[in-house]
């Protein structure tokens, strides 16, 4: 006979509160053992129908409890902190004016150079991956990045010194 979500309810009031204390003493925190308990009832829930070969179910909720809570402390995300003030987000001068003016100089560049400069420069990518991204091959995006940035550099001026802060 095959576990039905009936079972499942009635496993997991029953477990709660012995699933509760074990991520209590594991995480020292009210708030992180609720979420433990949670997301371990969460896997039970999905593996529920399949536990007919398990012996003993209970067990096995306390195992996948402690997995995931040695899961969770691998993940670098587990350092973050909660706050409720955000930090103040630090402008220089003139950054705005910087931002409009490269705005307005991509603009003026021809859309395949504008999409080389973004793709390469804002985006990170390399090369190879950018020529795949256009069809293109390496040898054209290479020529068609030093072209344009020539074009950027003219247009811009002296503010082209300045977008590295961007």
């Given amino acids: 006979m ?8 009635e496993f997991a009031r029953a477990r709660t509160p012995h699933l509760y204390r074990t991520a209590w003493l594991l995480a020292g925190d009210r708030h992180h053992a609720e979420d433990l308990v949670q997301e371990t009832l969460a896997k039970m829930f999905r593996a529920w129908r399949g536990l007919q070969r398990i012996d003993h179910p209970p067990a096995y909720a306390q ?8 899961s969770q402390r691998r993940r ?3 350092t973050e902190q909660p706050t409720s003030a955000l930090p103040d987000r630090a402008e220089r001068p003139g950054d705005v004016e ?8 991509l603009a003026e560049l021809a859309p395949l150079d504008r999409a080389v400069l973004v793709l390469r420069f804002f985006e990170d990518r390399s090369v190879e991956q950018v020529a795949l991204d ?3 091959n ?5 020529t068609r990045t ?11 001026g002296d503010d082209a010194v300045h977008l590295i802060a961007l």
């Fill in 98 to 105: 910087l931002r409009l003016s490269l705005q307005q100089a």
């Fill in 138 to 142: 390496a040898g054209a995006i290479r």
């Fill in 2 to 9: 095959r576990p039905t979500t009936d079972d499942f309810e």
């Fill in 134 to 136: 256009l069809g293109k």
């Fill in 76 to 78: 670098r995300s587990w």
């Fill in 63 to 70: 195992t996948v409890l402690v997995r995931t809570f040695i």
């Fill in 146 to 156: 030093s072209r344009a940035l020539d074009r950027l550099r003219a247009v811009l």
